[in-house]
């Protein structure tokens, strides 16, 4: 267990390329801050074989486990039997539902996985909304909910924790009422314009996404993973080898101060240092932003790294862009001179 354990350990190290970085149960440390002992989010879900779950039935009659997890995540891989064993024994007075986290998957992805696993429980493809309500920073993530609708627990190791807030949860006394919460989805309109917003770089300073609206310069988005290059090497090469082909791509053209650039990172297994290190270590010009709340990957729809999406001078979508698009400089060129 301990040889075990060193590795895994030195592989969340290769994978943020800084011994500063944040773990995967501080990850999950800073998600459960502000939402244990919370009323959890009355959610609508959808499995990937057409059931519709609605958690809120279940509030003040059943505990519920939630796991977030992905078919290219390790530690999921690692944890799966205990969640496949919770399930089987999970009996009258728990619920048990898997949740995709829908980044860098495919509904088909998580099929052939499920039967390679012999998985039996319900799974959700979520797109965004699910882990923006339950503040999703790290895979796997597991999401306790007491029989009294209650968040009860929020963690990253399948442990003694984990077992024992399962055990507390299913034995709390049920609530007659529980608080709601709502999640709203980004409308058509929105996710064809830059919002009116500014957001804070790695650096310290905002990025004004409509500042040039209307004044000649348009702008890329660069949606990515700091760990994607390293991380996915093995289980997805040609989705890391995609990552690696557009930051030459983006780094090159960035150097033209016609156009506007924002590398935008998910905050799945991400955080500042990260993005500092990788800016530093690949000597990045462009400013680089955390997408804390995963508002910009909601509104656009990503689920997939790398995506571009280019922007004219009035702040609308011209393209959207997955992997390296030998246009792309033209394209930019022609935008600008407009």
């Known amino acids: 267990m301990r040889v075990i354990a060193f590795l895994l350990s030195m592989l969340f190290l ?25 009323p959890a989010p009355r959610l609508v879900l959808k499995t990937i074989d057409g059931q519709t779950i609605d958690l809120a039935s279940y509030y003040g009659k059943k505990a519920v486990y939630l796991e977030f997890w992905a078919t290219w995540c390790v530690p999921c891989r690692q944890q799966m039997p205990h969640l496949k064993q919770v399930y089987e024994h999970a009996g009258k007075d728990l619920v048990v539902i898997a949740i995709d986290v829908g980044f860098d998957d495919t509904v088909k992805d998580v099929r052939r996985y499920r039967s390679q696993m012999g998985l039996k429980m319900p799974i959700v493809f979520d797109d965004g909304s699910i882990g923006e309500a339950f503040h999703l920073r790290v895979t796997p993530q597991h999401v306790v909910i007491g029989r009294d609708g209650r968040i009860a627990f929020l963690g990253h190791e399948a442990n003694d924790k984990l077992d024992a807030a399962l055990l507390a949860a299913r034995t709390s006394a049920p609530a007659n009422t529980v608080a709601r919460a709502a999640a709203n989805n980004a409308s ?60 030459e791509q983006v780094t090159a053209l960035s150097q033209d101060d016609r156009v506007r650039w924002l590398g935008v990172s998910s905050r799945l297994w991400a955080g500042k240092d990260d993005l500092l290190a990788y800016q530093r270590d690949h000597h990045l010009t462009m400013p680089l932003a955390l997408d804390e709340s995963g508002t910009l990957f909601r509104r656009y729809r990503v689920t997939h790294v790398p995506t571009l999406l280019v922007f004219d001078a009035q702040g609308r979508v011209v393209r959207r862009i997955e992997g390296v698009d030998p246009k792309l400089g033209d394209e930019l060129k022609t935008l600008s001179s407009k």
């Open 14 to 38: 290769m994978l943020s390329g800084s011994l500063r970085a944040e773990t995967g149960d501080q990850h999950a440390q800073a998600a459960a801050r502000g939402l244990v002992g919370t």
């Open 188 to 247: 058509d309109e929105a996710s064809t314009t830059l919002p009116d917003l500014s957001i804070p770089t790695v650096s310290g300073a905002d990025f004004p996404l409509r500042t040039d609206a209307g004044k000649g310069r348009p702008t890329v988005l660069v949606f990515m993973s700091p760990w994607c290059e390293t991380y996915l090497a093995q289980s997805r090469p040609a989705v890391a080898e995609s990552c690696r082909a557009v930051r």
